[in-house]
């Protein structure tokens, strides 16, 4: 079962940023982070989710009410 442990902190704030429709580079400024970093964490994201895109792992954030 995922749940939110499955995903670390910063990892949760960045699919959070993802779900509200805001860009990688958008996410990597509020967050001072560079948007490479923004990536990897997306890419980490999917990973840990077994998710295919964005919109996947948001769905599946959203149903394990990882996020709001």
């Known amino acids: 079962m995922?749940?939110?442990?499955?995903l670390t902190r910063?990892?949760?704030?960045?699919?959070?940023y993802t779900a509200d429709g805001i860009t990688n580079r958008e996410i990597g400024v509020e967050l001072?982070?560079?948007f490479q970093t923004v990536k990897i964490h997306?890419?980490?994201?999917?990973k840990?989710?077994?998710a295919?895109?964005?919109a996947h792992a948001v769905a599946i954030g959203f149903r394990?009410?990882?996020i709001k």
Do not use: P
Not at 2 to 6: E, F, H, Q, R
Not at 42 to 46: A, D, F, G, L, P
């Open 64 to 66: 394990k009410r990882i």
């Open 32 to 34: 001072d982070i560079s």
């Open 52 to 54: 295919t895109c964005a």
């Open 42 to 46: 997306k890419r980490n994201i999917y």
């Open 10 to 16: 910063r990892q949760i704030e960045v699919l959070q």
């Open 2 to 6: 995922i749940d939110s442990n499955s």
């Open 48 to 50: 840990r989710l077994n």
